[in-house]
């Protein structure tokens, strides 16, 4: 079992930057994939980006302003979120793959925003 905690949403504005971050309730070492997902207001969930031990994959609408990054003595996964525009307003949910299985935190709202 993995629970995942998200947090660091919040109301920005366009051009600006926020800091998510996803505890892990166990050493995020063993767990082969963690990521960012995000839903939109009437929109399907997409990935915006995912990392394993051995490699980083972002959704071309993020690349060059998002950076996925991992703390593993804090058990926690980031996600830096420069140059924020409106189309990212969403909310944002932690995503982790263990033992086979798929493990989601509960989301944290993204505004942005004038």
């Known amino acids: 079992q993995v629970q995942l905690v998200e947090s660091g949403g919040g109301l920005v504005q366009p051009g600006g930057s926020l800091r998510l971050s996803c505890a892990a309730s166990?050493?995020?070492?063993?767990?082969?994939?963690m990521g960012w997902y995000r839903q939109a207001a009437g929109k399907q969930r997409e990935l915006v980006a995912r990392?394993?031990?051995?490699?980083?994959n972002y959704a071309d609408s993020v690349k060059g302003r998002f950076t996925i990054s991992r703390d593993n003595a804090k058990n926690t996964v980031y996600l830096q979120m420069n140059s924020l525009k409106p189309e990212d307003t969403a909310v944002y949910y932690c995503?982790?793959?263990?033992?086979?299985?798929?493990?989601w935190g509960q989301g944290t709202q993204v505004t942005v925003s004038s």
């Open positions: 995503y982790g793959l263990y033992e086979n299985r798929d493990y």
């Open positions: 166990r050493n995020i070492f063993s767990i082969y994939t």
């Open positions: 990392l394993t031990s051995s490699s980083t």
